[in-house]
């Protein structure tokens, strides 16, 4: 038979194989399980020994597949072997080393090149099929056809052995990599074939994501209703608008916090992180446990309780008013500087940070408000040291510009709340009913 002929008749011998044992579609609804069945697509090489007519070569494989049961299944495939190139060796001829080629030992002078067909049946024993990741041993039989006589026949016909893997990305789709030896022929060869491919299971889908229509609707899930979200000014989209750690729907329904402000009570403490889940302290209450300082100060600069009165530091809130772009103290907050002198003294081994703040307005920059409102809380640091006779390794200025609001800012106006100077003073605690909030003369709102 002229090896044409034999290529085609190889060929359609093993697609109708794989056909008979296809499965029939007619009759899918009386199917039990139709994700028994699937074909799978490889490409790999095929690996023969050292002595034999040909090189490794690539190959592609189609393999058709039926479960039997969770740890038994069976695999018919083909195998194709485009184009494999001759095996050279070292061949003395008359006292001289000369490089020969194996196949035209076996198939005649001037042949250099073939290519096969192969059909195989295999068993394969699955350890933990329909796992994600599905290793299994296989043993089976097949029978290999080469274009040019390879030693012996152009037919070989082999016992397989090996394993593989798979890993199922879902009920439908898998990929897998495999292993064989193969060993028979004339002179009992054995080769080997290593491939990887996708494997595609009949009737399996992945299911559809049902979508419940015609009822009120909660895109994000975060307890308001999308027609509800409008109303506050939440994105219905997003279960956190604000990213503070509370969802929309618990800040509206369970803690009256505002949605769209991280900080509703401008403690320095985000609502739901750090107040609702972290310090248990009230999200709605600047100063939970009423002993005069903010939540935030205390947990972030003084390290105190914020559910404890007792440990807050006494704090002094100066609304000192300056000329625009200056930090000089006007004479008549002098004596609001002295009291806090006079704090200090008869406190020795206290200490006082200044800290000054400033209210931001819609042009406001935050390098030129921090770095200004740093001048200003030196100032006041500069008449405790020079007129109050403080030691200035007792005292510390901080400059929070326009960061640490305890109020809204209005974009046009600002909020005079926010324009101050803070002392606190650590180490006094029995003069905290001399402190308090000292409010300066009205001046425009728009001052820095």
Do not use: C
Not at 14 to 19: E, Q
Not at 337 to 342: F, G, N, Q, R
């Amino acid at each position: 038979m002229k090896k044409g002929k034999m290529f085609w008749w190889f060929s359609m011998v093993g697609m109708a194989i794989l056909a008979g044992i296809a499965p029939r579609t007619g009759n899918a609804a009386e199917v039990a399980d139709e994700t028994k069945w699937y074909v799978s697509g490889s490409l790999g090489v095929l690996d023969f020994e050292g002595d034999d007519a040909l090189k490794d070569g690539g190959i592609g494989l189609l393999r058709l597949g039926y479960d039997y049961s969770e740890q038994w299944g069976l695999e018919s495939g083909l195998l194709i072997a485009p184009h494999l190139k001759e095996q050279m060796y070292d061949n003395l001829t008359n006292g001289v080393w000369e490089r020969t080629s194996r196949l035209e030992d076996t198939a005649g002078e001037g042949v250099h090149d073939a290519y096969g067909l192969g059909l195989f049946v295999d068993g394969l024993y699955h350890f933990t099929r329909w796992e994600r990741l599905d290793p299994y041993l296989a043993l089976g039989a097949g029978m290999n056809w080469y274009s040019e006589d390879t030693g012996g026949s152009s037919v070989k016909v082999a016992i397989r052995a090996g394993g593989g893997v798979m890993y199922h990305f879902n009920d439908e789709w898998a990929i897998r990599a495999d292993y064989r030896a193969m060993v028979g022929g004339a002179d009992t060869e054995a080769n080997s074939t290593l491939d990887a491919g996708v494997v595609w299971y009949w009737g399996a889908r992945v299911p559809q994501k049902i979508v419940a229509v015609g009822g009120p609707k909660d895109s994000d899930g975060d307890g308001l209703l999308d027609d509800e979200e409008p109303d506050y000014g939440t994105d219905p989209f997003d279960p956190d608008t604000d990213k503070d750690g509370l969802s929309d729907g618990d800040e509206v329904r369970k803690h009256k916090t505002d949605p769209l402000n991280p900080d509703t009570d401008y403690d320095g403490l985000k609502d739901g992180y750090d107040e609702v889940l972290k310090y248990k302290t009230d999200p709605l209450k600047r100063d939970t446990d009423n002993g005069g300082v903010a939540d935030g100060h205390e947990v972030i600069e003084d390290k105190t309780n914020p559910l404890n009165p007792a440990d807050d530091l006494v704090l002094f809130e100066l609304y000192i008013q300056f000329d625009y772009d200056k930090s000089d103290i006007k004479p008549r907050y002098f004596h609001d500087l002295d009291v806090i002198a006079k704090v200090l003294k008869r406190n020795p081994d206290s200490s006082a940070r200044v800290e000054g703040h400033a209210d931001k307005l819609k042009k406001s920059k935050e390098s030129y408000n921090k770095k200004l409102s740093q001048r200003r809380a030196e100032a006041a640091v500069k008449y405790l040291v020079e007129h109050g006779k403080i030691e200035a390794n007792r005292l510390e200025a901080v400059g929070y510009g326009f960061s640490r609001p305890k109020a809204p800012n209005d974009p046009i106006m600002g909020n005079p709340l926010n324009r101050r100077v803070e002392v606190y003073i650590r180490g006094a605690e029995g003069e905290k009913k001399l402190s308090g909030t000292v409010q300066a003369e009205s001046v425009p709102a728009a001052a820095p």
